[in-house]
């Protein structure tokens, strides 16, 4: 085994499955505004084959995506899943037909969640199901989330979820979660320019639990900075690689699940694990994070 395979391995404590830090975020594959069929329907389906053929073993989906369109992608293009491959779906939210998000937090919403996610995805328990707070759009709010994690821990009691993480939420979130059940991971808001959870990683490192950035390359507004193109041109990589594999070199713990629905851009991010930042290097980059905090 390639130890240095898509950047090396991680295992979700708790679990038996250890995953390639290198993964894949399928929410790109819906149309625009993350709404209804994807433009190429056949792309889609190749980006997810390609990405497992390349031995992408983590995936992260939700069923609001679409919604319903990327789990029914992921079922048309994958199922029967392959053994190692980790599913890794979300709760918390609904989409209205005005396309708006809105929270689906009461133990009703959130159990019909899982049987949607059960029933678009072709399983019978979700191997890994993030509560995913509304918080304040795309970063966490304070307040108990205590009501929702016990409607998790029992549908996990029921056998339906199999382990349990979070996603947008603060430290206190965390710790609070953590004294109901057993916390697998945590999906926050993070990359080059956006640091706020700088010591949450730190401190989740130190826990040995995994912190997977959403919007590693700056989501719906792809990360733009001259230092990084800089960076890239010398290294003759691309700015989207480069910020990659500077996530790569942050943490031990970071699990990368970058989004696209190019199969040319998947080919690129993938190459980003082989891409090694010299400490130089990685103290201008860190400049990037620095300007974005002014
Ligand atoms: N927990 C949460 O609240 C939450 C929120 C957002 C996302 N997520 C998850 O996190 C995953 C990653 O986030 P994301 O997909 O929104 O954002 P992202 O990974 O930061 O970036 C995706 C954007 O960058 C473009 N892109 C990808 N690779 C590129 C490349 N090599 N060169 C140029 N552009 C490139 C994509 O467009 P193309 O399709 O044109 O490549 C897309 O517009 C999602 O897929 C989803 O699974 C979770």
């Given at each position: 085994m390639d130890a240095t395979k898509l950047g090396g391995r991680f295992t979700f404590p708790g679990t038996s499955r250890a995953v390639h830090r290198l993964g894949y975020g399928a929410?790109?594959?819906?149309?625009?505004?993350?709404?209804?069929?994807?433009?190429n329907p056949e792309e889609a389906v190749a980006v997810l084959r390609e990405a497992l053929a390349a031995g992408v073993n983590h995936l992260d989906t939700s069923d609001y995506y679409g919604p319903h369109i990327t789990n029914q992608l992921i079922r048309q293009a994958l199922h029967p899943y392959p053994e190692g491959l980790v599913l890794v779906t979300k709760l918390g939210a609904k989409r209205l037909p005005d396309q708006s998000w809105q929270p689906a937090i009461t133990a009703a919403e959130l159990t019909a969640g899982v049987h949607d996610n059960l029933r678009n995805l072709g399983l019978?328990?979700?191997?890994i199901v993030n509560y995913r707070t509304m918080g304040s759009g795309h970063g966490p709010q304070e307040g108990s989330i205590a009501e929702q994690i016990a409607v998790l821990a029992d549908l996990q009691r029921q056998g339906l979820i199999r382990h349990i993480g979070l996603s947008n939420v603060t430290a206190a979130q965390v710790a609070e979660a953590q004294a109901m059940v057993e916390v697998v991971c945590v999906q926050n808001l993070y990359n080059l320019a956006c640091r706020a959870d700088d010591a949450l990683i730190d401190d989740l490192a130190r826990q040995g639990i995994p912190y997977v950035p959403f919007?590693?390359?700056?989501?719906?507004t792809p990360l733009q900075s001259s230092i990084l193109t800089e960076v890239a041109a010398r290294l003759g990589a691309t700015p989207m690689q480069v910020a990659l594999a500077w996530l790569l070199h942050r943490s031990p713990n970071i699990l990368l699940i970058p989004g696209t629905s190019s199969l040319a851009h998947l080919r690129e991010n993938l190459a980003a694990a082989q891409l090694t930042l010299s400490p130089s290097v990685l103290a201008e980059l860190d400049g990037v994070g620095t300007l974005a905090r002014h």
């Open positions: 929410m790109q594959l819906a149309g625009p505004g993350v709404w209804g069929p994807p433009r019978e328990a979700l191997e919007f590693p390359l700056g989501g719906f």
